[in-house]
């Protein structure tokens, strides 16, 4: 096959746009951990994988072994996970702490908005965040091979049950292809254009998300002393 005329005369223009593009990218993820950092909303959030970001793109191959059906050299996907540090245990890293642990996983993915086998063209370049509340098969599987799953496996246009104060809501699933986790979750989607200075990004994307991770981790504080003092009265008698 040949080169097309129009797509090599346009490559330079569109270049320099994509570049600047993943240049935005990569500030914003470096402004959200560091926010992450402060409890200003009830929490302090630490990022899985370190100096990594997930991604869709797999590199650069003749031939694309992708799940993807379709050339993939640039990443339309690219996420990061956040857990509560509290969780973590003396010794263990981030990434290798179990599932028995950590009962959230926060998570930012920004989307190019097309080209999505499971999910709808929009209007534009989009921000997923949210949170989920995994459930592992086995309790020692690490919190980075649950984020990886979610990664590779979540399914909004197929999972969603409704809304709920703002959030869509919805169920991770099990299957044969390589997911061992279920459980559910909780999602926000906006416009990239609406995240144009720190203010925006701080009042539609921290904030609500650090005040969500807060809401499930004090409800799951609220359950365990709800059973402790059930317990405690049941020695009573």
């Known amino acids: 096959m040949a080169f097309r ?4 005369d346009g490559v330079k223009d569109a270049c320099s746009h994509v570049e600047e593009y993943y240049k935005d990218i990569r500030a914003f993820y470096e402004v959200v951990d560091i926010r992450f950092r402060l409890e200003e909303y009830g929490i302090q959030l630490q990022s899985i994988g370190h100096n990594q970001l997930f991604s869709n793109a797999s590199g650069y191959k003749l031939v694309d072994d992708s799940p993807y059906p379709f050339y993939l050299w640039l990443p339309s996907w690219i996420g990061r996970f956040y857990i509560d540090p509290r969780f973590l245990r003396p010794g263990i890293s981030i990434d290798d702490c179990s599932s028995a642990d950590v009962p959230h996983i926060a998570f930012i993915w920004t ?91 701080e009042k539609l994307v921290i904030r609500p998300l650090g005040q969500k991770m807060c809401q499930l981790t004090e409800g799951i504080k609220t359950q365990e002393q709800s059973m402790e003092e059930f317990g405690r009265f049941i020695l009573s008698k």
Request: overall charge negative; charged content about 20%.
């Open 111 to 201: 989307w190019l908005g097309m080209n999505d086998a499971y999910v709808a063209n929009a209007a534009g370049p989009e921000c997923w965040f949210g949170v989920a509340e995994p459930k592992a098969e086995s309790p020692r599987e690490s919190v980075w091979t649950m984020a990886d799953m979610i990664w590779k496996h979540f399914r909004v246009e197929t999972t969603s049950n409704g809304e709920s104060d703002g959030w869509l809501t919805g169920e991770l699933h099990k299957n044969r292809i390589g997911c061992s986790i279920s459980g559910r979750w909780f999602l926000r989607r906006l416009p990239l254009s609406d995240l144009s200075s720190f203010y925006q990004i």
């Open 5 to 8: 005329k129009h797509v090599v």
